[in-house]
């Protein structure tokens, strides 16, 4: 069972910025795609950005432009930078990572980290 860790949530003013990260349990993963949600109380979790294998990267056009997803396989971590934030984007963050173990796609997911943006 893959364990993903989230770190690097906070308090920030508005125009700041956050990097948030997502370290995996184990390494040498065969990730095949990894996403960035947030989610809000009394709303659907929302999707943020994706990177997937071979594929372009994917930004919700809310964020595009302040946003990057980004993996780092050898360290087996995912992140999120995230610069000239709004007060908009407070939310809690969820990272995704969908793993291949064989032949089979396994999707694993962070514990969420508060991001607010406040002054």
């Known amino acids: 069972q893959v364990r993903l860790v989230e770190s690097g949530g906070g308090l920030v003013q508005p125009g700041g910025s956050l990097r948030l990260s997502c370290t995996a349990s184990?390494?040498?993963?065969?990730?095949?795609?990894t996403a960035w949600y947030r989610q809000i109380p009394g709303n659907q979790r929302e999707l943020v950005g994706e990177?997937?294998?071979?594929?372009?990267?994917y930004i919700e056009d809310s964020v595009k432009g302040r946003f990057t997803v980004s993996i780092d396989t050898a360290k087996s971590t995912v992140s999120l930078q995230m610069n000239s934030l709004r007060p908009e984007d407070t939310a809690t963050y969820y990272c995704?990572?969908?793993?291949?173990?064989?032949?089979?796609?396994?999707?694993?997911w962070g514990q969420g980290t508060q991001v607010t943006v406040s002054t």
């Open positions: 995704n990572v969908v793993v291949t173990h064989g032949k089979w796609d396994y999707d694993y």
């Open positions: 184990e390494s040498d993963l065969r990730i095949k795609s």
């Open positions: 990177v997937t294998s071979g594929g372009a990267p």
